[in-house]
């Protein structure tokens, strides 16, 4: 019987629906190499009518509290800030991740029966939502701005040079375009440059380009993104966005000022901008567990685990007399692996790593908190498959293919950044 794919499309369309979430976390053993993105639980929620996912959080308690109950209850009656708690909302915005998998037909016309066809068709499914997986696990420690992270130099007519940490970051064909340093600012060029080489050394990988980065204007120092990541244009820095608002803003390294992020002013407010700790002047070792302890007094919370880049966790693990391995387990499916951990006042904190973060920073908080912790907040499934018009599957106009348009729709959310630090400026930064 002759493959068909009217039998096979519902059982592909039923497949996403029920497995997405573990193809997402599992796939080429995704827990092992991005554990910050695996550990993160997905919520499906509502942000219709324009208005965004709301997130309730109290950021500040009642100040009336004392003992002389007079006073407290005149206090607790007033209008001024501090009478009561201060409650609000994150409305977080959603940004979307596009994605297509394109199945050609004499793929489609090999198939002996509709099993064949199914496989085929899954892979091409699962690739794709793989290749969406790594984007968001890099977007995950950015900003929103689409950084691919770190800065370029080394810079000739045919290469740049980014830092070896996120040099994994980057696929050959993928098109780049760069800014001046810290985003968001104005692209040098509209025009993109697509990688056709990477080279990878000790502490730099160089990326060969199609088009001369310096006829683009392109400098050392600049910062690279993914095109389309940004609305950045030449001229106009990014006022919007594109991608996810990752922990670089949640929880950044440097304290937020007056501009608004979904609605708060986070100003001089470590409940909602989040703690920060300099590693000038320690270790690698020394530094893990100065942090953890500023963020069990001052978050007053104990910090379950540790993020940071695989550089980073090597020196760690260079360093036998302040740590010490243990098998450590992470995330919904509970998958162990091992590890080493640092001895801090509240006992030993793991510290984990992850492939996609960029080396001399890490991040710690309570990630297994279902109240604090951060999770993915998306519409519908974490990965749909976009067949509003009832097509799971396109033929293209120009080709003998077809394709499924699959799409991420959500965000981030963070209910609680003042119960999590960065640990910036390592010695390895």
Partial sequence: MAASLASVLPAIREHMHEN???????????????????????????????????????????????????????????????????KDRWVIQHVTLEGVAVVDRAAILGAKDDDDLYDVVERATSDCTLAMRKRIA???????????????????????DLPISVANRVDIGQDLVASL????????????????????GTTTATLTLSVDPTSLSWANGDVVYFNTDTDSVVGTPSTARLSITGAGEWVPSTAPGATTLFGINRQNNPATGGLRF??????????????????FVHGQTRSDAAYCSGYDYAILCADKDATKSVEISIGKYNIGF??????????????IPDATLQQGQAWMGPWKNK?????LVHNDDLINIDDLDGNTMLRLATATSYEMRMYFRGNLAWPAPGKFLTLHTLPSA
């Fill in 20 to 86: 997405v979430v573990d193809i997402f976390n599992l796939g080429d053993d995704a827990m092992k190499t991005m554990p910050f993105l695996a550990s993160l639980e997905s919520k499906s929620m509502d942000d219709g009518a324009g208005r965004g996912y709301i997130i309730p959080i109290t950021h500040s308690l009642p100040s009336t509290v004392g003992n002389l109950f007079a006073t407290v209850q005149t206090k607790a009656q007033g209008s001024v800030a501090g009478n009561s708690s201060v």
């Fill in 338 to 351: 091992e590890g080493v951990t640092v001895e801090t006042m509240f006992g030993r904190m793991p510290i």
């Fill in 138 to 160: 890099v977007q995950l420690p950015q900003a929103g701005w689409g950084t691919v992270g770190g800065v370029i130099s080394g810079i000739t007519s045919t290469t740049i």
């Fill in 371 to 375: 109240k604090y912790a951060p999770f």
């Fill in 181 to 200: 340093p810290s985003p968001p600012q104005a692209l040098r060029s509209n025009t993109v440059s697509r990688v056709t080489g990477i080279t990878l």
């Fill in 278 to 295: 300099s590693a000038s002047g320690f270790d690698h070792a020394q530094a893990f567990i100065h942090a953890a302890n500023h963020l």
